[in-house]
Structure formats: C-alpha cells, structure tokens
Nanobody
Framework: QVRLVESGGGLVQAGGSLRLSCAAS????????MGWFRQAPGKEREFVAA????????FYADSVKGRFTISRDNAKNRMYLQMISLKPEDTAVYYC?????????????????WGQGTQVTVSS
C-alpha cells in the first residue's frame, strides 16, 4: 500500500502560478503510475494529468494542456503539478492518485490509492 499526502494549494489571483506536491510513503513509489484529479464545487471529480512509472510519459486533460506540467522524483517519493496561467475555473480540490496497473489513465476507477486533497482557489 501507499499513503499519499498533497500540499501546496492556496489562494492565487488569475494568471498566477502554484506548484502542488504529492508525497508518497509505503510501498516503492516507482511501482506506481500516478495521476492528478480535481473536483470543483458541485461538479464531479475530473482528470487533470497523469505520469508513467518512470516519468517518461505524461498525459493531460485538454483544459490544462500547455498550462500545467506533471512531474515526479522517484528518489524523493514525490510527484508535482506545476500550474501556470491559472484561471478561476481551475478552482477545485486537487487530488493525487496512484495505480499499479495502468499508466496514463484518465479514469478514476483505475486508481487504487488517493490522497486527501488540497484546495486551490483562483480569484478573478
């Protein structure tokens, strides 16, 4: 099993930047493909980005492509989401997730472990 803890959320003005971090503990981090999801108030949780076990492959939702960058450091057991040019519609709770079976999946059910989430609020 793996325990995931997100950090780095906060309040930022539109056009600003934030860097989210997901710290993993437990089983070897490199055995998990990872993803970021988000849930805005009153909406369903949606896929944001995913990264393969070694980090060589990345995948993005169309809504964040070109603005968000997913990365990981297996030596530090951490995954990151660099967000630039933030928009009010990016406001949501952001979750990191881990899977041992799939790489690059945008489906929540493919992920086995989830963090508790970190709030990102973008003001206009």
């Amino acid at each position: 099993q793996v325990r995931l803890v997100e950090s780095g959320g906060g309040l930022v003005q539109a056009g600003g930047s934030l860097r989210l971090s997901c710290a993993a503990s437990g089983r070897t981090f490199s055995s998990y493909a990872m993803g970021w999801f988000r849930q805005a108030p009153g909406k369903e949780r949606e896929f944001v980005a995913a990264i393969s076990w070694g980090g060589s492959s990345t995948f993005y939702a169309d809504s964040v492509k070109g603005r968000f960058t997913i990365s990981r450091d297996n030596a530090k057991n951490r995954m990151y989401l660099q967000m630039i040019s933030l928009k009010p519609e990016d406001t949501a709770v952001y979750y990191c997730a881990a899977t041992t079976h799939y790489s690059g999946s945008s489906y929540q059910n493919d992920y086995d472990y989830w963090g508790q989430g970190t709030q990102v609020t973008v003001s206009s």
